[in-house]
C-alpha cells in the first residue's frame, strides 16, 4: 500500500512498558525541541509562537500519520531563510498559502511513490546546501548576539545582512554580547556534563535570570515579539489564483526541502532501531502535517534529526513517543509561553549558532574537498556558495544541471567502440571470415556520446559487420537514429550488418523503435561464435552470387 502510517502496526502488540518508554521519551523530545521551536521561529521572522505551533501541530499529525515509527517533525533551520524571505515579501497570508500548497505537492509526491527519487539528488548537492543553509543561520544571529541596532530596518537576504552588520559596528551592545557569549560557552560545554538535560534549555532559564535580576541592558522576545500562549486556531487566508501563482516556487522550495530532510531522519533512525520506513508515506504524512500547520498558525515542518536521535536515544520506539512529544508542547504552550517573553535575544542567537554548527558538518565537507574528484568538489562549492549568495531553489537548481551534465560526461568519456584486429589476437585469436569486419561497443549509447558511434570504418570489400554489444548498458533515441543510419549505409553497401550479444532490455527498445526488424531478426545472434558463423554463411552466399 501507497499508505500505511506506522501507528496502525503497533496497535495490537503495544503493552505498558512500551508506553512508559515513549512517555519518557517524548517528554524529554518536547524539552529539546521548546526552545528550538522558538528560536527558529524567530530565524524566520514570525512569533514565537507559531514554532510551538508547528511543533504541535505538524509534530502530531505527522507521528499519528507517518511513515516511520520514531521520526520527530517540527521546525528545522533549514526552513529559516526561506520562510523569512516568504514572510518578507508575501506576510503571513503568503507564508500559509506556501505551506498549504508545499503540503499538497508533497502527498502528490507520495501518492505518486516518488519516496524513492529523493535518492536521486546527489550527497555534493545536499552537504553544500546544508552548510550554505548553516552560514546565512549565522550570518542572520550576528545582529542579536552583539546587540547591534540596525540603521534601516532588517533585511533579509544574507549579502544585505552582512552589509548591515558593517555598517552597525558602532552600536555594539558590550552587555548583549557578554549574554550571548556565556550562553555560547554553556552550550558548548554542556554535552560534557549531562546529555539527558538540554543545554538549549539550561541557557534559557541562566539567560532569563541574569538579564532580570541584574537589570542588564539587552533585548528579550518580549521587547520585540508579542508573546501569544492562546491555543492555535485554524484560519484560511483569502486565496486568488495570482497569489496562488506568485507562491508556487516557493512551495516547491519548501516541499522539496521537506521530502529531503524528512526521509534523510527516516533514514538515520532506520539505522538505528533496525528498521524500515515507508517513503511514500512518510512523504503524505509530512504534506498533511503540513497543510495542518499552515491552517492553525504555524510555519513549514519536516522530520528533525538531531529531535529523532535524541526520541530514539531515550527510549522512543514507537509513533506515541512524537505525539506525546507534541501534546507536551502543547501544555507548555498554555502554562509557560508568558515567560517566553524574559529570553534574552543573545541567547536565541547563541542557541541558532549551535544549530547552525551541528546542521553544517563541516567535518563532511572538508572531507569531500580532500577526497572527492574535482567535479564533486566544484558542485559542493558552487552549490554551497549560491545557497549563501541568492537562495535554495538556485542552489538545487544549479547543482542538479551542473551534476547532471558532468555524469553525462563521464558516461560518454565511458563509451567507445573498438574494432577487432586478429593481430592483437582480439576475442582469444578467434578467426574471422574473410570480407568481415567486427566492432565491440563499450559503455552507454546515448546522446553525449554520438560522436563515438557516427563512424564504423570498412573498407570496399566489406561483406558482413558484426557489432558485439555484450558492453553496451544503454541505448537511448539518438543512438538509436545513428544505428539506423548505419543500417542504411550498410545496405547502400551491400554490407549485412549483426548483432551479437545484445541484452533483453535493449532488444525491447529496438523492437519499439522498429530498428529490430530493419537489421532483421536472423541477424541477432547469442554469441560471439554464432556471430561469426553467420557472417561466414553470409560471405560465403555473396561470392557464389557475386
Same mark, same amino acid.
Given at each position: 500500500?501507497?499508505?500505511?502510517?506506522?501507528?496502525?502496526?503497533?496497535?495490537?502488540?503495544?503493552?505498558?512498558?512500551?508506553?512508559?518508554?515513549?512517555?519518557?521519551?517524548?517528554?524529554?523530545?518536547?524539552?529539546?525541541?521548546?526552545?528550538?521551536?522558538?528560536?527558529?521561529?524567530?530565524?524566520?521572522?514570525?512569533g514565537?509562537?507559531?514554532?510551538?505551533?508547528t511543533?504541535?501541530?505538524?509534530?502530531?499529525?505527522?507521528?499519528?500519520?507517518?511513515?516511520?515509527?520514531?521520526?520527530?517533525?517540527? !521546525?528545522?533551520?533549514?526552513f529559516?531563510?526561506?520562510?523569512?524571505?516568504?514572510?518578507?515579501?508575501?506576510?503571513?497570508?503568503?507564508?500559509?498559502?506556501?505551506?498549504?500548497?508545499?503540503?499538497i505537492?508533497?502527498?502528490v509526491?507520495?501518492?505518486?511513490k516518488?519516496?524513492?527519487?529523493?535518492?536521486?539528488? *546527489?550527497?555534493?548537492?545536499?552537504?553544500?546546501?546544508?552548510?550554505?543553509?548553516?552560514?546565512?543561520?549565522?550570518?542572520?544571529?550576528?545582529?542579536?548576539?552583539?546587540?547591534?541596532?540596525?540603521?534601516?530596518?532588517?533585511?533579509?537576504e544574507?549579502?544585505?545582512?552582512?552589509?548591515?552588520?558593517?555598517?552597525?559596528?558602532?552600536?555594539? $551592545?558590550?552587555?548583549?554580547?557578554?549574554?550571548?557569549?556565556?550562553? +555560547?560557552?554553556?552550550?558548548?560545554?554542556?554535552?560534557?556534563?549531562?546529555?539527558?538535560?538540554?543545554?538549549?534549555?539550561i541557557?534559557?532559564?541562566?539567560?532569563?535570570?541574569?538579564?532580570?535580576?541584574?537589570?542588564?541592558?539587552?533585548?528579550?522576545?518580549?521587547?520585540?515579539?508579542?508573546?501569544?500562549?492562546?491555543? *492555535?486556531? *485554524?484560519?484560511?487566508?483569502?486565496?486568488?489564483?495570482?497569489?496562488?501563482?506568485?507562491?508556487?516556487?516557493?512551495?516547491?522550495?519548501?516541499?522539496?526541502?521537506?521530502?529531503?530532510?524528512?526521509?534523510?531522519?527516516?533514514?538515520?533512525?532506520?539505522?538505528?532501531?533496525?528498521?524500515?520506513?515507508?517513503?511514500?508515506?512518510?512523504?503524505?504524512?509530512?504534506?498533511?502535517?503540513?497543510i495542518?500547520?499552515?491552517?492553525?498558525?504555524?510555519?513549514?515542518?519536516?522530520?528533525?534529526?538531531?529531535?529523532?536521535?535524541?526520541?530514539?536515544?531515550?527510549?522512543?520506539?514507537?509513533?506515541?513517543?512524537?505525539?506525546?512529544?507534541?501534546?507536551?508542547?502543547?501544555?507548555?504552550?498554555?502554562?509557560?509561553?508568558?515567560?517566553?517573553?524574559?529570553?534574552?535575544?543573545p541567547?536565541?542567537?547563541?542557541?541558532?549558532?549551535?544549530?547552525?554548527?551541528?546542521?553544517?558538518?563541516?567535518?563532511?565537507?572538508?572531507?569531500?574537498?580532500?577526497?572527492?574528484?574535482?567535479?564533486?568538489?566544484?558542485? +559542493?562549492?558552487?552549490?554551497?556558495?549560491?545557497?549563501?549568495?541568492?537562495?535554495?531553489?538556485?542552489?538545487?537548481?544549479?547543482?542538479?544541471?551542473?551534476?547532471?551534465?558532468?555524469?553525462?560526461?563521464?558516461?560518454?568519456?565511458?563509451?567507445?567502440?573498438?574494432?577487432?584486429?586478429?593481430?592483437?589476437?582480439?576475442?582469444?585469436?578467434?578467426t574471422?571470415? !574473410?570480407?568481415?569486419?567486427?566492432?565491440?561497443?563499450?559503455?552507454?549509447?546515448?546522446?553525449?556520446?554520438?560522436?563515438?558511434?557516427?563512424?564504423?570504418?570498412?573498407?570496399?570489400?566489406?561483406?558482413?559487420?558484426?557489432?558485439?554489444?555484450?558492453?553496451?548498458?544503454?541505448?537511448?533515441?539518438t543512438?538509436?537514429?545513428?544505428?539506423?543510419?548505419?543500417?542504411k549505409?550498410?545496405?547502400?553497401?551491400?554490407?549485412?550488418?549483426?548483432?551479437?550479444?545484445?541484452?533483453?532490455?535493449?532488444?525491447?527498445?529496438?523492437?519499439?523503435?522498429?530498428?529490430?526488424?530493419?537489421?532483421?531478426?536472423?541477424?541477432?545472434?547469442g554469441?560471439?561464435?554464432?556471430?561469426?558463423?553467420?557472417?561466414?554463411?553470409?560471405?560465403?552466399?555473396?561470392?557464389? $552470387?557475386?
Amino acid at each position: 500500500m501507497t499508505f500505511q502510517p506506522k501507528l496502525l502496526g503497533i496497535v495490537k502488540n503495544y503493552s505498558k512498558k512500551k508506553f512508559a518508554s515513549d512517555l519518557i521519551a517524548g517528554i524529554i523530545v518536547a524539552i529539546i525541541a521548546l526552545p528550538l521551536s522558538i528560536a527558529l521561529a524567530i530565524a524566520s521572522g514570525v512569533g514565537p509562537e507559531r514554532g510551538l505551533y508547528t511543533a504541535i501541530v505538524a509534530g502530531f499529525v505527522i507521528a499519528t500519520l507517518g511513515g516511520s515509527n520514531v521520526n520527530i517533525s517540527g !521546525p528545522t533551520a533549514a526552513f529559516a531563510t526561506i520562510v523569512a524571505g516568504i514572510v518578507l515579501k508575501e506576510g503571513l497570508e503568503g507564508l500559509v498559502i506556501a505551506t498549504i500548497l508545499a503540503g499538497i505537492i508533497l502527498i502528490v509526491m507520495g501518492a505518486l511513490k516518488l519516496g524513492a527519487l529523493i535518492k536521486y539528488i *546527489p550527497y555534493t548537492i545536499t552537504t553544500g546546501f546544508t552548510a550554505g543553509i548553516a552560514v546565512t543561520i549565522v550570518i542572520g544571529q550576528i545582529k542579536d548576539f552583539f546587540g547591534l541596532t540596525f540603521k534601516h530596518g532588517s533585511p533579509v537576504e544574507t549579502l544585505e545582512k552582512l552589509e548591515a552588520i558593517f555598517a552597525s559596528l558602532t552600536t555594539f $551592545n558590550l552587555q548583549a554580547f557578554l549574554v550571548g557569549a556565556v550562553a +555560547l560557552g554553556i552550550l558548548i560545554v554542556w554535552p560534557k556534563i549531562s546529555k539527558k538535560i538540554p543545554g538549549s534549555l539550561i541557557v534559557v532559564l541562566l539567560g532569563c535570570a541574569a538579564v532580570k535580576l541584574l537589570g542588564l541592558n539587552v533585548n528579550t522576545i518580549g521587547d520585540l515579539y508579542q508573546i501569544s500562549s492562546s491555543l *492555535p486556531v *485554524p484560519s484560511i487566508p483569502s486565496i486568488t489564483v495570482k497569489k496562488v501563482l506568485s507562491l508556487i516556487p516557493d512551495a516547491f522550495t519548501i516541499a522539496l526541502l521537506a521530502g529531503i530532510e524528512s526521509l534523510l531522519s527516516c533514514v538515520v533512525s532506520d539505522g538505528m532501531i533496525n528498521d524500515n520506513h515507508n517513503s511514500n508515506t512518510e512523504l503524505i504524512a509530512q504534506g498533511l502535517g503540513n497543510i495542518c500547520s499552515g491552517i492553525f498558525g504555524g510555519i513549514p515542518a519536516t522530520g528533525a534529526i538531531a529531535r529523532t536521535a535524541a526520541n530514539v536515544k531515550n527510549g522512543g520506539r514507537t509513533p506515541i513517543s512524537g505525539m506525546i512529544h507534541a501534546l507536551t508542547l502543547l501544555i507548555v504552550l498554555v502554562v509557560a509561553m508568558p515567560f517566553a517573553a524574559w529570553i534574552p535575544m543573545p541567547v536565541i542567537a547563541a542557541i541558532l549558532f549551535m544549530v547552525a554548527y551541528n546542521m553544517s558538518e563541516w567535518r563532511r565537507f572538508v572531507h569531500i574537498c580532500k577526497t572527492a574528484q574535482l567535479s564533486d568538489i566544484l558542485v +559542493l562549492i558552487l552549490t554551497f556558495a549560491l545557497t549563501v549568495i541568492f537562495d535554495l531553489v538556485v542552489a538545487i537548481a544549479v547543482g542538479l544541471i551542473l551534476t547532471s551534465f558532468l555524469f553525462m560526461k563521464k558516461m560518454a568519456d565511458s563509451a567507445s567502440v573498438r574494432a577487432w584486429d586478429n593481430a592483437d589476437g582480439d576475442a582469444h585469436k578467434k578467426t574471422l571470415p !574473410p570480407h568481415t569486419v567486427v566492432f565491440e561497443i563499450h559503455g552507454p549509447m546515448f546522446f553525449a556520446a554520438t560522436d563515438k558511434f557516427l563512424d564504423f570504418p570498412r573498407d570496399d570489400g566489406t561483406k558482413a559487420m558484426i557489432v558485439r554489444a555484450s558492453d553496451m548498458t544503454a541505448l537511448d533515441s539518438t543512438a538509436i537514429r545513428n544505428l539506423e543510419n548505419l543500417v542504411k549505409e550498410c545496405e547502400a553497401d551491400s554490407i549485412t550488418l549483426i548483432m551479437s550479444h545484445v541484452h533483453d532490455d535493449i532488444i525491447k527498445v529496438m523492437r519499439k523503435s522498429g530498428l529490430y526488424d530493419k537489421i532483421g531478426q536472423d541477424n541477432f545472434c547469442g554469441t560471439i561464435d554464432e556471430a561469426i558463423a553467420r557472417a561466414s554463411a553470409i560471405v560465403t552466399e555473396k561470392e557464389n $552470387n557475386g
